[in-house]
């Protein structure tokens, strides 16, 4: 490792693709991202390698010259099948993308009530979809969206990491895949070598470092989960730090000493070092918004909300029946009834009940003997909104502070920072 060099954090989201490059002390340098075309993810992963690798190309010379690791974060329970070289076989099927209800069903009846694994946001239940529309083969691997990533960098696919694998049933617990999960039709060769986020996996493929003009030992480090990367990137480190993530959906999580899972009510726990990293993600969030305004109109809205006078609305904002944390209700309406004349009003009511399932949220997590939250730090486009970050305080009952620059992808770019200074203290 030398003084002057770089690490680079891959983030793949619903809306694009973003990489940020940080020094030694995590400060980021570089950022930039490429758009999805019509804002939505494509379900081809090559368009996700092409992104990617178009970043990566675009970085000046030098600093490609001074990358010493690279490490990928991506969509929790985003699933494909791929072979052990990393070709694609076929779609990936979306977090948001409902498996086989057949499919869930026996997982449901296999899985232990904790896991997260279960109900409709189960990356297990879509991989088993993916796989019953396979022929048999036994070169089939199941990859989630950040394992794939860094398949194509390494040049073949043959690790998850802890927090990635969550959905597809890993216990974070014991540090294994658990017996049931082989019982659920999947051959066990299908399942990668889990690692633990920020642990080195190997140096980039020869080819791809030849292709892309990065150094042949720049290491290939062990990701995350898009919501663990944004916890990651604000600095949170403490038991009963929390963060709230408002992007297109509403992701809270919280550093507990001890594990918490209910299925009943979409919480779970990701392994973050000795920790856990407890929470779930709401179908609510930023995306209800973009149901109803375009990014201009929302921002001149924002400036005429009143946050110190609440209205009477009582919404719970959904862009579609269905709802997976802090209550799990597949068929939950959404409720935006009545509409006022007036956008102002009606734009301050969404956004006063998404409040109030973050509020019921963290009080889910408290219920189950999680630490109260100290303070409250928010990322994604959401962290961008003063009027909203009031609107949360005041439902809340906590400080909120808004972190709009804590990207993703600065997270998973610390992460790669932290593994080789690690190595490096060897």
Not at 26 to 40: A, D, K, Q, Y
Not at 269 to 291: I, K, P, T, Y
């Amino acid at each position: 490792m030398t003084r002057n060099a770089l690490y680079a954090g891959l983030d793949v989201g619903t809306s694009g693709l973003r990489l940020v490059v940080c020094d030694c002390r995590g400060e980021s340098c570089i950022s930039t991202r490429r758009t999805w075309p019509g804002g939505v993810m494509p379900d081809r992963a090559d368009s996700w390698w092409d992104a990617g690798r178009g970043l990566l190309e675009e970085l000046p010379p030098s600093v490609r010259t001074d990358l010493a690791a690279i490490a990928v974060g991506g969509t929790s329970g985003t699933v494909l099948l791929a072979t052990p070289e990393g070709r694609a076989l076929g779609p990936a099927m979306a977090y948001n993308q409902p498996a086989d209800a057949a499919a869930q069903q026996r997982l449901d009846a296999l899985a232990p009530a904790q896991s997260a694994a279960r109900g409709s946001g189960s990356g297990l239940a879509r991989a088993v979809s993916l796989f019953e529309r396979m022929p048999p083969s036994g070169a089939l691997r199941v990859a989630n969206q950040a394992d794939w990533l860094a398949a194509q960098l390494l040049g073949a696919l043959r690790y998850t990491d802890e927090n990635n694998a969550l959905k597809l049933g890993y216990d974070p617990v014991s540090r294994c895949w658990p017996d049931w999960v082989l019982a659920c039709g999947l051959p066990p060769e299908a399942l990668l070598t889990v690692r633990a986020p920020g642990d080195v996996l190997g140096t980039l493929a020869p080819g791809v470092a030849l292709d892309i003009g990065l150094p042949a030992r720049c290491r290939v480090v062990a990701g995350t989960t898009d919501s663990i990367a944004g916890f990651l990137a604000t600095g949170a480190h403490q038991i009963g730090d929390a963060v709230t993530s408002l992007g297109t959906t509403l992701a809270v999580k919280l550093l507990t000493g001890e594990p918490a899972f209910s299925a009943a009510h979409g919480v779970y726990s990701h392994r973050l070092g000795d920790l856990f990293l407890a929470g779930g993600a709401s179908n609510s969030g930023a995306g209800v918004l973009a149901d109803f305004f375009t990014g201009p109109e929302l921002e001149g809205l924002s400036c005429r909300l009143q946050p110190d006078r609440p209205t009477d609305l009582d919404y719970y904002p959904l862009s579609r029946p269905g709802e997976r944390f802090p209550t799990h209700d597949p068929g939950l309406l959404p409720r935006l009834q009545p509409r006022p004349a007036d956008d102002v009003v009606f734009l301050q009511g969404m956004l006063e009940g998404i409040a109030r399932i973050e509020a019921r949220a963290y009080a889910r997590l408290s219920e189950m003997g999680c630490p109260p939250p100290h303070r409250i730090i928010t990322v994604g486009g959401g962290a961008k909104n003063e009027a909203w970050r009031q609107i949360r305080q005041r439902e809340l009952g906590v400080e909120v502070v808004n972190l709009a620059a804590a990207e993703p992808a600065l997270g998973v770019a610390r992460l790669a920072a932290r593994a080789l200074e690690i190595v490096g203290k060897r």
